[in-house]
Antibody
Framework: QVQLVQSGAEVKKPGASVKVSCKAS????????IIWVRQAPGQGLEWMGW????????NYAQKLQGRVSMTTDTSTNTAYMDLRSLRSDDTAMYYC?????????????WGQGTLVTVSS | QSVLTQPPSVSGAPGQRVTISCIGS?????????VHWYQQLPGTAPKLLIS???NRPSGVPDRFSGSKSGTSASLAITGLQAEDEADYYC??????????FGGGTKVTVL
């Protein structure tokens, strides 16, 4: 079955960077995109971006352009999301998800989430 | 404020029908982009409920249905059950904002 397992919780200081990993299994990794979504405490979902493990093509949310990088390692079926210059409002649960066969930006299977806390 | 507007909350008694609206604009839903819906139970990751306006992934009960018209879309839950109490989010694509979610709607079963 499709599984996405994310790395553990992180606590970072303002201005630092965080890298969250997402290991996929149960399907052909390069066939579907990986989407990243975040959710601040008590708030709604925010689409962060998408990466194609097939060719590395990315599409980032305008709001995060310049601070976010998404990469994949096809040898280990793992996706990574790197967020730089962290601020307190980056505190959130970060989810990776596998894309849908019909829509690159639709999240069909989700990881368990990684809590990132930004605090001085 | 989200580009896709949803009511903050809706409620209904068990067995009733409730609908959740998702109002967009000419740069997203009105531009022909499809609408998708997610259910998020408390303390869990979201789950894809409807894709491509009205297609249910395997395992999603047929009590859930979606529709789209013009610049808006709706999710309907018929025969409301206690287990349907959750947050619901619509999603579409925007020509300048890429993937985007609505603000979310909390469904309460009375």
């Amino acid at each position: 079955q499709v599984q996405l397992v994310q790395s553990g919780a992180e606590v970072k200081k303002p201005g630092a960077s965080v890298k969250v990993s997402c290991k996929a299994s149960g399907y052909a990794f390069t066939t579907y995109g990986i989407i990243w979504v975040r959710q601040a405490p008590g708030q709604g979902l925010e689409w962060m971006g998408w990466i194609s493990p097939y060719n590395g093509r990315t599409n980032y949310a305008q709001k995060l352009q310049g601070r976010v990088s998404m990469t994949t390692d096809t040898s280990t079926n793992t996706a990574y999301m790197d967020l730089r210059s962290l601020r307190s409002d980056d505190t959130a649960m970060y989810y990776c998800a596998r894309g849908n066969s019909g829509y690159d930006y639709v999240a069909e299977y989700w990881g368990q989430g990684t809590l990132v806390t930004v605090s001085s | 404020q989200s580009v896709l507007t949803q009511p903050p909350s809706v409620s209904g008694a068990p067995g009733q029908r409730v609908t959740i609206s998702c109002i967009g604009s000419s740069s997203n839903i009105g531009a022909g982009y499809d609408v998708h819906w997610y259910q998020q139970l408390p303390g869990t990751a979201p789950k894809l409920l409807i894709s491509g306006n009205n297609n249910r992934p395997s395992g999603v009960p047929d009590r859930f249905s979606g529709s789209k018209s013009g610049t808006s879309a709706s999710l309907a839950i018929t025969g409301l059950q206690a287990e349907d109490e959750a947050d619901y989010y619509c999603q579409s694509y925007d020509s300048s904002l890429s993937g985007l979610f609505g603000g979310g709607t909390k469904v309460t079963v009375l």
